[in-house]
């Protein structure tokens, strides 16, 4: 497809389990940024990958959230031990080069009970 | 990154001109406005972006003060598909990457 796509669209999953969040970039865009968005508050950064290593986590909360872009295309947001306050919307962009327009994906609703 | 105040949310009418303004009052001289709009349960969409002078493109046109502690982001014909939250975003673009501060954002409603 010719944007960002975000797998699955809405997640439910319960308190304690683990979770992985898919973003496929659009193809070659070399830079890719995860954002987290809650209920009524704007996208908050997470993290932002160049190529393939993460080069700014500084937006992730804690220990538990982990995210991989192994071979610097399809990346993985993973989150251990969910709480239900890890519930809110999972954004991914990419962009072109680190700093061109960024393109946004459709998010993944992710619901902890 | 400096930031940026916008009213919370504000109407307009169908064919009218929207004008959305930020306040971004400690921007320093390398840091570029940007606008990003999402409309509901989209992610957010890039509009236009400026540095000191007045920018227009198909979707907007961005008008910066000359002291560039303000700007408008205006939506010549507004139409109910703009009804959405536009963010004003503060940012260094040449060093920094798009780890963007969205803050809350106007919410647009274009009544017919």
């Known amino acids: 497809g010719a944007g960002v796509s975000q797998t699955p669209s809405n997640k439910v999953t319960e308190k304690g389990k683990y979770v992985e969040l898919r973003c496929d970039p659009i193809?070659?865009?070399?830079?890719l940024y995860w954002y987290r968005q809650s209920l009524g508050q704007g996208p908050e950064f997470l993290i932002y990958?160049?190529?393939?290593?993460?080069?700014?986590d500084s937006g992730l909360p804690n220990d538990r959230f982990f995210a991989v872009r192994p071979e610097g295309s399809v990346s993985t947001l993973k989150i251990q031990r969910t709480e239900r306050g890890d519930s809110a919307v999972y954004l991914c962009a990419s962009s072109l080069t680190r700093d061109t327009e960024a393109f946004f994906g459709q998010g993944t609703r992710l619901t902890v009970v | 990154d400096a930031k940026t105040t916008q009213p919370t949310s504000m109407d307009c009418a169908e064919g009218r001109a929207a004008n959305l303004p930020c306040n971004h009052s400690?921007?320093?001289?390398?840091?570029?406005v940007y606008w990003y709009r999402q409309i509901h349960s989209q992610g957010p969409q890039y509009i236009i972006h400026g540095l000191k002078n007045n920018e227009t493109n198909e979707m907007a046109s961005l008008i910066i003060t000359e002291d560039r502690k303000s700007s408008t982001l205006i939506l010549p014909h507004a139409t109910l598909r703009d009804t959405a939250v536009y963010y004003c975003?503060?940012?260094?673009?040449?060093?920094?990457?798009?780890?963007?501060?969205f803050g809350t954002g106007t919410r647009l409603t274009v009544i017919p």
């Open positions: 975003i503060v940012r260094v673009a040449t060093t920094g990457a798009n780890n963007l501060f």
């Open positions: 400690t921007i320093s001289g390398n840091e570029y």
């Open positions: 990958f160049q190529g393939t290593g993460a080069a700014d």
């Open positions: 193809s070659g865009h070399t830079a």
